[in-house]
């Protein structure tokens, strides 16, 4: 389901309030029935009116109780609609009582809360017209579902990734953009200006705390959700150089990797002389080729690092795929044999401090269990999240696919739409978010799961 390329949209016009309206249409009709002229005192004012809603919130499908006077006993000369493209249904007209019915959910295309005009319009002898704010709410189905369409990375290529620190408070970004959501992600807003808004990676902590980080040696952070951003330059040595991952213990503490294979420790600030200082570097790179992909962490001394090797004229061709473990602030690097994987590491999660998994460039999904030992998983997998070592999700061929054993057996839950790719999850509270992009539209989407 399409969520923000839906039919009904906010109006963008200024809204008619209803004094304004009816004094508007009182002067209308006046001129059209200039014959019959003002009303004799203590008359019936023929007029058609309808009185302000008394009920401003409602839900998909509810009823809507227009009240007025001389609105009339034929539907047939009653319009009543949304923003001007979704006709409600009139099931009930009375002299003094409309009854319209608002859509259901499923022809609303959206989640949450959405402010919406709502447009009288009587037709016939007497022509009337009057509008009114108000919202309709479209509650989250349980389990799996496509929760928005989005034209923010439409198109994007590059890294996707998706935060969610609370149930409602989320962060998304791609190479273009650093995007918010405050409603559980029904709706998104771009953060930061162009020296952070265009991350290769981003780091997020909690709520407010956020770090961006792209191409040189520049980190943009902010402290409150993206309303104020700071940044700081890093050490000279990422200026040709580029953050290829990052984890945030905190605010000012963490890790960062570099596409070079070098890894820095943030510890306590932003001082390149005493808190930004490089820990390891690569023995796999050659003459300055990328080398590392992505980082993840279970804290400063505890990661798993996953890329490969470029020059095949010094390392073996069938030997590609790169590991660096960092146990209790001990740097590991090694390849991967040829048994297990050859074609370099995408994606990595370190599960706990002994068990990981990782996904390669052919989309085969491996398994860590500690000592530099990976198996092979049956199932294959382009965007993973495991939520326990024996529990986790995985994407692949147009399915989210589901372990409840680590990784032996695997279950289909639920159904992409056809050509939709899921690049990246996470995980919060239960609730799992995917987001990716459709390779026949090119346009991004957000999936969700509600338990």
């Not at 990328?290 to 400063?300: C, F, G, Q, R």
């Not at 069938?318 to 209790?328: D, E, F, G, Y």
């Not at 390849?335 to 052919?362: E, F, K, N, W």
Request: contains cysteine.
């Amino acid at each position: 389901m399409s969520i923000l390329t839906q039919s009904v949209r906010p109006k963008k016009r200024a809204f008619l309030n209803v004094a304004a309206g009816i004094m508007l249409l009182s002067v209308i009709n006046a001129c059209s029935k200039s014959s019959t002229g003002t009303p004799a005192t203590g008359s019936k004012d023929p007029n058609p009116k309808v009185n302000p809603l008394s009920v401003l919130s409602y839900h998909a499908g509810d009823t809507v109780l227009l009240t007025g006077q001389n609105l009339g006993t034929d539907p047939s000369k009653l319009k009543v609609q949304l923003n001007d493209t979704l006709t409600l249904t009139v099931y009930q007209a009375k002299d003094s009582l409309v009854s319209v019915i608002l859509p259901v959910a499923s022809r609303l295309n959206y989640y949450g809360v959405h402010s919406f005009e709502l447009e009288f319009i009587l037709n016939g002898s007497m022509y009337y017209t009057n509008t009114f704010n108000l919202t309709i709410g479209c509650p989250e189905p349980k389990g799996w579902f496509v929760q928005a369409a989005m034209d923010h990375f439409r198109n994007d290529v590059g890294q996707l990734n998706i935060y969610f620190p609370s149930d409602s408070i989320g962060y998304l970004h791609t190479t273009s953009i650093i995007a918010k959501t405050r409603d559980g992600g029904n709706t998104w807003g771009s953060l930061g200006d162009s020296r952070y808004g265009s991350p290769i990676t981003v780091a997020v902590s909690d709520t407010a705390n956020i770090w961006s980080l792209g191409i040189g040696n520049y980190l943009g952070y902010t402290t409150n959700g993206g309303d104020l951003w700071g940044g700081t330059t890093l050490p000279a040595a990422l200026t040709n150089d580029i953050i290829r991952s990052a984890y945030m213990a905190g605010p000012t503490s963490g890790l960062l990797i570099t596409s070079r294979g070098q890894a820095y420790k943030i510890s306590g600030g932003f001082d390149t002389t005493q808190n930004i200082l490089a820990e390891y570097r690569t023995q796999y790179a050659v003459r300055n080729t990328n080398s590392w992909n992505d980082l993840s962490a279970m804290d400063v001394d505890n990661a798993l690092i996953g890329g490969q090797t470029q020059d095949t004229t010094v390392f073996p061709a069938a030997q590609r795929s790169l590991i660096v473990t960092k146990n209790n602030g001990n740097y590991d690097e090694y390849l991967l044999p040829a048994s297990v994987s050859t074609s370099g590491i995408r994606v990595v999660q370190l599960v706990d401090y002994s068990l990981g998994y990782a996904i390669d460039g052919t989309s085969s999904l491996l398994k860590y269990t500690g000592n530099r030992t990976w198996t092979v998983l049956s199932q294959k997998a382009d965007a993973m999240y495991f939520t326990s070592p024996s529990e986790g999700i995985v994407a692949y061929d147009g399915k989210i696919w589901q372990t409840t054993d680590g990784g032996q057996a695997w279950n289909a839950v639920f159904n992409l739409p056809s050509g939709d790719v899921v690049s990246d999850f996470t995980v919060h509270n239960g609730k799992i978010w995917g987001m990716g992009n459709n390779t026949s539209t090119n346009a991004g989407f957000i999936i969700k799961y509600n338990p």
